[in-house]
C-alpha cells in the first residue's frame, strides 16, 4: 500500500466517523427537542392535561408495539451490540435506524431509561459498518480508481453496497497501527459531536454538582459513608432479584408488557413528574433543588427513579440505565447529607454516589469514574479508591483461581 492510498482511507475513515458523529449529535438534537415540544405543555383544565398524557402515552405505547412485533426486539443496546460482536465477531448494522427510531419513541413517551445504551449500540454497529466499508475500498482500491470520478463516489457513498464483511482471508493490518487508526477516528468523532453540541447550545451532560470544603478530620465519616452506600445497594439489588424472579414466573406477551409499562409511565407522568426521563436533564439544577427537599423527599425519589427504571426494563421499554442509576445515587447522597449537616455536603454525595453507581452500573469502573465527573476534581482520588475496594473481591477471586490451575 503506498502513501497516497493511505492517505485517501484515512482521510476516508475522518469522513465516515463524521458521519457517525452527526449521527449521533442528531439523534440527541431530535430526543431533547421532541420530548420538549410533547411534554412542555401547560393545561389549565386538569382534565385536558389527563386526556393529552393519555394520548401521549399510549400513543407511543400502540406504535412501539407495532414497530416491536414488526421489527423485532428494538432498540438494539450497548450491551447487544457487544454481545453479538464477541459470538459471531459481526453487528447487523443494516437496520440501525430502526434501532434508533424505536428508541427516540421511548424516550420521548417519558419513560425512565436514557439515551445512551440505544445511541451506543448504533454507533458501534455504524463503526463496524465503517470498518466493512474502508476494508472493501481496501480491497478493491486498484479497480475503484481505474474508473471516472462518478463510479469512484458510487463506492465510497453508497450506504449499503461495496462491503467486506471481516474474515480470516481478509487484510490484516498491524495491531498497533489499527489501534491508533481507531483512536484518531475516536477522537475526531467525538470531538466533532461535543462541538456541534457546543455551537447549538446544548446543554451539558455533566453538571458539577458544586464545590467542595474538604477537610482532613472528615475522613473519620468516610468509613460510613462506603459502608452506607454498599448496604442501600445490597438490599437494593436482593429485592429487585427477588421481585425479578417472582415476575418472570409469569409469562406476559409483549402487547401485556409493554401496556403495563405505559401505565407506569402514565401515572408516573401524572404524579410524580420529577421521576420522568432518563435524568440527564434533571442534573442541571439539581445541587440547588436537593437542598430544597426534605430527607424523605429524597429518599423517596431516588428509590422511585430506580423501581421506575427497572419497571421500565421489565415491560421491555429498553434504554440505558447509566444516567438513571446516576441521579438515583446522587439523590441518595443528598439524603444522606441531609442526616450530616456538620460534614461538607458534595463530599458526602461523592463518596455514596461512587459507592451506588459503582455496584449497580455493570462496570464498577465506569460507574465510579462517569459519576466523578459531576464533583470537583479533588474528590476523583476517592472514585479511584472506592472502584478498588469494590472489584477486590473480584480480584481476589481470580488470584485464587490461577492459583488453583497452577496446582
Known sequence: MDAIEKMVLFVYGLFLSSLISLMSYTFIMLEGNFS????????????????YTFLVVFGCTAVVYRLKKRWGNL????????????????VIYHKFWRSLIVALLVLMSGAGVGPEAPLLGAVIACSVWQADKMRFINANYEQIFSQNW????????????????????????????????????????VGLFFILMRLSDQPSFITKMGTVHFKMQQLVFLPIL??????????????????????????????????????????????????????????TNLAISATQLTALSLLLLSVGKLVFLDICLYTTW??????????????????????????????????????????????TWLGCIFVAFFF??????????????????????KINQRRTVNK
Not at 420538549?36 to 386526556?51: C, E, Q, T
Not at 438513571?324 to 454525595?349: E, H, M, N, R, W
Open 226 to 283: 462506603i459502608a452506607y452506600g454498599y448496604v442501600f445497594s445490597f438490599i437494593y439489588q436482593k429485592v429487585k432479584n427477588i421481585i425479578k424472579t417472582y415476575l418472570n414466573a409469569f409469562t406476559l406477551s409483549l402487547r401485556t408488557r409493554l401496556l403495563l409499562g405505559g401505565l407506569a409511565i402514565f401515572i408516573v407522568v401524572l404524579f410524580i413528574p420529577q421521576l420522568m426521563f432518563s435524568g440527564q436533564y434533571e442534573m
Open 75 to 90: 432498540p438494539i443496546t450497548t450491551h447487544d451490540a457487544m454481545k453479538e460482536m464477541k459470538t459471531s465477531q459481526k
Open 318 to 363: 429498553t434504554g440505558g440505565d447509566i444516567f438513571p442509576i446516576t441521579l438515583a445515587s446522587i439523590l441518595q447522597g443528598f439524603f444522606v447529607a441531609k442526616l450530616f449537616p456538620q460534614v461538607d455536603t458534595v463530599f458526602i454525595v461523592a463518596i455514596v454516589s461512587y459507592v451506588i453507581c459503582g455496584l449497580l452500573i455493570e462496570n
Open 150 to 189: 462518478k463510479h469512484r463516489l458510487k463506492y465510497f457513498l453508497h450506504p449499503t453496497r461495496f462491503l467486506l464483511s471481516y474474515s480470516e482471508n481478509t487484510f490484516k493490518m498491524d495491531l498497533k497501527k489499527k489501534k491508533i487508526l481507531n483512536i484518531l477516528y475516536i477522537i475526531n468523532g
Open 36 to 51: 420538549h415540544a410533547i411534554w412542555h405543555v401547560s393545561f389549565s383544565n386538569p382534565f385536558l392535561r389527563v386526556f
Open 376 to 397: 470537583p476534581k479533588e474528590l476523583f482520588v476517592f472514585a479511584v479508591i472506592i472502584a478498588l475496594l469494590l472489584q477486590t473481591p473480584k480480584y481476589i477471586r
